[in-house]
């Protein structure tokens, strides 16, 4: 009952922030606030697998890419005659719309499972660079994939795809995304992947199943990933292979990197950081991606644990640390 | 002899042209205090290795409660009830302690990965009684107040009993301590035996335990056996191990001597 009432109290604030703004900001600054939001999914998902479990994945566009193109097809083939159908029953516009985009958002998320599973396999037998290396053949088959798949639009690229996502969608995504990650971090399953992470072979011998939960890893990502995939397709209504290039899976893992390995705050905070950060640059034109580099490489040195190190923002905390500082 | 909880026979694990392991023979019986000793190199981690499914014999077979655990990856024989500890200590570094202990309970939780993200009642009640039992054997071993305290952090001791505590986690019924006093001083690695005596009582459960300082095995193990280049040369209660020249003279050397001044 609490918990319930816990929920819609955060959909009430999420859609408060929604309505009020766009009337606050400008549609620009509004476009930054969805990608962040969708950056924030792929980092939390990435770092399930990176930073909780301690594999190492550079393919996490190719998830996104799966998921997103899972998504939109679904949409495009099924999810439109539901909508006009809910519509004509008398369904408002939005309503039928977010049921639409939640199943297609799903069936994005579970292809990119699939995709995950399949990728997790090796995880098995390869360890750090030599996984990197796998996940990295993958991404790129993936989108070369894509890319000569005429049906979904090959290089020519995925038009027409309903644009359906708000800041609202993408804050209950990313709300939902850490809130589920938060939750596994605490409990015995969470605790596995970082027994595995810390130690593999003591982590087998105490009785995890150190199989299953580095392919497990991987499902979850992917599936967060690909819910990420779903949510980009509708906010632009047009796909690109391009937009799923290694550079893409780069980016996720500096989110991660930078945030703490296996931090969910730190994953988040990085994620808006390097969203916004090339955009607040815009101003020294030119320099633009040489200052963006050239701050991380200074982030980097002055704090190679992440931003937030392993460690998690919490009240606790936050509250012993005044505290401390108030008996100082 | 043949209800003996665990049973090695005829076992070889050959590495290449290495034998490391070579046709041996060995009963635990349930509840017994065992010690496995040998000269360096002489096979006793691998002998551990292969009980615990690390590797797999090349030949030979072992049996744990009167089933075959040949072939078993390493969690499914802990989840059958043979947990250990490890020479060099392998704690999961970025965790608490009370983690370390709560991860080792893992295979008795029975919430889900839904009931975790979801925070099912179910998963509140296991993880309480995780917490709570993970505080107990924290106790047990003298780390009570160290629960929150990151396993890297601790000083290498404590290090040692953590290892401990979190093998019993897994509700053993043979619990394997591979060298649980290397590095502690005498006073320290008395009292960890103690210690470790008091746990077979405590839990029931048999231990087996390689050792270095032959004065702790000779005082609290009922049966040793001895290893040398893999080969079984010795078995025997303390007295007899002690006594047999071929033991004196692969291994023991001038340590029996001193051990016997002692006692």
């Avoid at chain 1, 690229?157 to 850490?178: D, E, M």
């Avoid at chain 2, 409660?65 to 060099?88: M, V």
Wanted: glycine share 12%.
């Amino acid at each position: 009952m609490r918990r319930a009432l816990w929920g819609v109290g955060l959909l009430a604030v999420i859609w408060l922030v929604d309505y009020i703004a766009p009337r606050m900001v400008n549609a620009y600054i509004m476009q930054i606030a969805v990608l962040c939001g969708i950056n924030v999914i792929l980092a939390v998902s990435l770092n399930l697998i990176n930073g909780f479990t301690g594999q190492f994945s550079i393919g996490h566009a190719g998830f996104m890419a799966v998921g997103a193109y899972g998504a939109a097809m679904f949409t495009l083939g099924v999810g439109q005659s539901w909508v006009a159908g809910l519509v004509a029953a008398g369904v408002p516009a939005p309503i039928a719309q977010g049921i639409a985009l939640s199943v297609a958002l799903v069936i994005g998320g579970l292809v990119a499972a699939v995709a995950g599973y399949l990728v997790g396999l090796p995880s098995l037998r390869l360890r750090g660079d030599y996984l990197a290396i796998v996940t990295l053949g993958f991404g790129e088959i993936i989108r070369v994939l894509i890319l000569n798949i005429e049906a979904v639009g090959g290089a020519r690229g995925l038009f027409g795809i309903p644009v359906w996502v708000s800041l609202f969608w993408v804050l209950v995504g990313a709300t939902g995304v850490v809130l589920l990650s938060r939750h596994l971090a605490h409990s015995t399953h969470g605790r596995a992947l970082f027994a595995i992470r810390d130690d593999e072979v003591a982590a087998e011998a105490l009785g995890v199943d150190t199989t299953r939960y580095k392919v497990l890893a991987f499902v979850m990502g992917s599936f967060f990933a690909g819910i990420a995939g779903g949510l980009f397709a509708h906010f632009l209504g047009y796909l690109n292979p391009s937009s799923f290039s290694f550079l893409k899976s780069i980016e996720v893992i500096a989110m991660v990197v930078l945030g703490g390995m296996g931090s969910i705050s730190g994953a988040v905070i990085a994620a808006i950081l390097l969203t916004a950060l090339p955009e607040v640059l815009r101003p020294v034109k030119d320099y633009r991606m040489v200052l963006y580099a050239l701050m991380l490489i200074v982030l980097m040195i002055t704090r190679p644990q992440g931003l937030m190190g392993s460690r998690e923002l919490s009240w606790p905390r936050f509250l012993k640390r005044r505290k401390a500082g108030a008996a100082a | 002899m043949s209800e003996a909880l665990l049973r090695l026979d005829k076992v070889t694990m050959q590495f290449g042209g290495l034998k490391a392991v070579c046709d041996l023979d060995l009963e635990i019986p349930a509840g017994s205090l065992y010690g496995l000793i040998g000269p360096n190199g002489a096979g006793k981690t691998t002998v551990f290795n292969l009980i615990t499914g690390v590797y797999t014999p090349t030949a030979g077979s072992i049996h744990f409660e009167q089933r075959s655990i040949h072939g078993l990856r390493p969690s499914a024989i802990a989840r059958r009830g043979i947990t250990r500890t490890f020479q060099n200590i392998r704690l999961f570094g970025s965790r608490c302690c009370r983690d370390n202990v709560c991860i080792a309970q893992h295979q008795h939780t029975t919430a889900g990965i839904l009931d975790a993200v979801l925070r099912t009642k179910r998963f509140a009640d296991d993880e309480r009684a995780m917490q709570q039992r993970a505080q107990e054997l924290l106790e047990v071993m003298g780390l009570g107040e160290w629960g929150d305290t990151l396993a890297a952090e601790l000083p290498y001791g404590q290090q040692r009993r953590l290892e401990i505590a979190r093998a019993l986690a897994g509700k053993p019924r043979l619990l394997l301590l591979d060298e649980p006093a290397a590095g502690l001083n005498p006073q320290e690695s008395e009292e960890l035996m103690h210690l470790i005596e008091g746990l077979r009582k405590r839990f029931g459960i048999a231990i087996l335990l390689i050792e270095h300082d032959m004065r702790v095995v000779m005082g609290i193990c009922e049966r040793i056996a001895v290893l040398d280049y893999g080969v079984k040369i010795a078995e025997g209660n303390p007295l007899e191990i002690r006594n047999d020249p071929k033991v004196v003279e692969a291994y023991l050397g001038e340590d029996v001597h001193a051990a016997d001044a002692t006692t």
